[in-house]
Nanobody, 126 residues
Framework: QVELVESGGGLVQSGDSLRLSCEAS????????VNWFRQAPGKEREKVSC????????YYADSVKGRFTISRDNGGNTVYLQMNSLEPEDTAVYYC???????????????????WGKGTLVTVSS
């Protein structure tokens, strides 16, 4: 079964850190861009970060730049999102998503994602 599963969310205080994981089963993430999106209640979905499938470059939204870091594990089945200095504004459900396009870049919009996980909830209290 081909799927993405997010984990690592939870309830933390402002200033704390969390590491989210996006684990693929049934396929490898190595050659595909992997994207992290988030959606807070009443807000639109936001692209938070991406690691490209071509050159491994990373994209970060301005709102998380300098605080979040995206990375791949050596085995190629998991992508991480290290989140430091968390703020209440980071509270959201975080989703990972990927495309079926080999060597995909981070320029692909949400409509171009072929596979989504079910999400993991991050709650940051002040």
């Amino acid at each position: 079964q081909v799927e993405l599963v997010e984990s690592g969310g939870g309830l933390v205080q402002s200033g704390d850190s969390l590491r989210l994981s996006c684990e693929a089963s049934g396929f490898t993430l190595n050659y595909f861009s992997v994207n992290w999106f988030r959606q807070a209640p009443g807000k639109e979905r936001e692209k938070v970060s991406c690691i490209s499938g071509d050159d491994g470059s990373a994209y970060y939204a301005d709102s998380v730049k300098g605080r979040f870091t995206i990375s791949r594990d050596n085995g190629g089945n998991t992508v991480y999102l290290q989140m430091n200095s968390l703020e209440p504004e980071d509270t959201a459900v975080y989703y990972c998503a990927t495309t079926d396009m080999w060597y995909s870049s981070c320029d692909i919009p949400p409509i171009g994602m072929d596979r989504w996980g079910k999400g993991t909830l991050v709650t940051v209290s002040s």
